[in-house]
């Protein structure tokens, strides 16, 4: 090999180095680590079952110290609530149009509110679970009941005290108003649905007191305001039963008659 073929092999090797070089490093830019960041937030956690007849939702919301939660009661209006020293206060219930509260119970891990709109029902259950307010909400139909005995009253309500006015379902009878004025209740008005009429009625400045009638049923209904709160019962008289046990008796007591005729017009005739 000559001088000037050991030179041309040395560039060859050299430029072939080079090369390689390059392509090394141009690899090595080419190549990137790729890391991912994975955030979270908290928000409610909303699931919905139903059935033939109800359909139930539930939401979770974190409970902060100190803090309000307000809760949708479907279509029957809105309740709030607060979180106070571990423990669930009812702050208000804001009822839309056409729906009346039918009950209310208030107590340290749980609040139940209950709606109603004609046949129609909404039925709240908000609880305080490890951290978290859950609130329950059932929608449905009031379904028919054939048994007296529950008919006979409903569950007592009680609201916190506040100014305003509330509509008091009369169980078929219609509807009263009432109204809180710097801590005094008023009647504002009854409207009693057709056939039913106003048989009695007292009303004072922390109680009120109406009976109406259809000729047939009763219903009573109570409002006061105690300790602070708001509280209303209606009762429900049916004199059907009644009626008819009088008619039995009165009937029972015309065969004994007849029976002492008959006596009579036997001894009269010996």
């Known amino acids: 090999m000559n001088r000037k073929t050991f030179m041309l092999s040395l560039v060859a090797i050299a430029l072939f180095a080079s090369i390689g070089a390059a392509v090394a490093a141009g690899s090595s830019d080419s190549s990137t680590t790729t890391s991912s960041s994975t955030t979270s937030s908290t928000a409610a956690t909303t699931s919905t079952s139903s059935d033939s007849s109800t359909t139930t939702s539930t939401t979770s919301v974190a409970a902060t110290e100190g803090g309000t939660v307000v809760v949708e009661a479907d279509a029957a209006g809105t309740i709030t609530v607060a979180v106070e020293n571990s423990a669930l206060r009812l702050v208000s219930v804001d009822v839309n149009a056409g729906w009346t509260v039918e009950s209310t119970d208030e107590e340290a891990d749980e609040i139940d509110v209950d709606f109603r709109n004609g046949d129609q029902k909404v039925e709240a259950d908000i609880e305080l679970v490890n951290g978290e307010v859950v609130s329950k909400i059932e929608t449905g139909t009031v379904g028919t009941d054939d048994n007296d005995d529950d008919d006979d009253s409903t569950p007592s309500t009680t609201i916190p005290l506040e100014d305003g006015t509330h509509v008091i379902d009369l169980k078929g ?16 008005s009854t409207d009693l649905a057709t056939g039913w009429e106003l048989t009695d009625s007292k009303t004072d400045t ?7 009638t259809d000729g047939t049923v009763e219903v009573e209904a109570e409002v006061e305001i105690d300790d602070g709160a708001l509280t209303w019962d209606v009762e429900v008289d049916d004199d059907k039963d009644d009626d008819s046990d009088h008619d039995d008796k009165d009937h029972g007591e015309e065969h004994e008659d007849h029976d002492d005729h008959g006596g009579d017009q036997g001894q009269d005739d010996d």
């Open 206 to 212: 922390d109680e009120i007191e109406i009976k109406v």
């Open 173 to 188: 009878a219609g509807s009263m108003t009432v109204a809180v004025t710097n801590g005094q209740l008023t009647l504002v």
